[in-house]
Nanobody, 123 residues
Framework: QVQLVESGGGLVQAGGSLRLSCAASGGTSRDYDMGWFHQAPGKVREFVAAISWSGLSTSYLDSVKGRFTISRDNAKNTVYLQMNKLKPEDTAVYYC????????????????WGQGTQVTVSS
């Protein structure tokens, strides 16, 4: 079992930046591929980005490519999501997740989830 705790969300103006962090405990982070998902009010949970345990492979939702960067520091058991050029449509609760398999774009691929952190982008 691994526990995940997100932090770094907040309120930012359009065009601004936020850096989300996800701290893992109860396991070895290198054993897992990691992903970020978001969920806006009235919407389903949606894939945002993912990274392999080695950090050598990443994947992104098309709408965030070039704006968001996922990274990880296995020595600190932490995965990050750097969000730049934020848009109001990025407003959502952001969740980090871990999978024992290879990362995918479907939330059902992930075994462990954090509690979420709110990101609000004002226009």
């Amino acid at each position: 079992q691994v526990q995940l705790v997100e932090s770094g969300g907040g309120l930012v103006q359009a065009g601004g930046s936020l850096r989300l962090s996800c701290a893992a405990s109860g396991g070895t982070s290198r054993d897992y591929d990691m992903g970020w998902f978001h969920q806006a009010p009235g919407k389903v949970r949606e894939f945002v980005a993912a990274i392999s345990w080695s950090g050598l492979s990443t994947s992104y939702l098309d709408s965030v490519k070039g704006r968001f960067t996922i990274s990880r520091d296995n020595a600190k058991n932490t995965v990050y999501l750097q969000m730049n050029k934020l848009k109001p449509e990025d407003t959502a609760v952001y969740y980090c997740a871990a999978t024992r398999g290879s990362y995918g774009r479907d939330w059902l691929d992930y075994h462990y989830w954090g509690q979420g952190t709110q990101v609000t982008v004002s226009s």
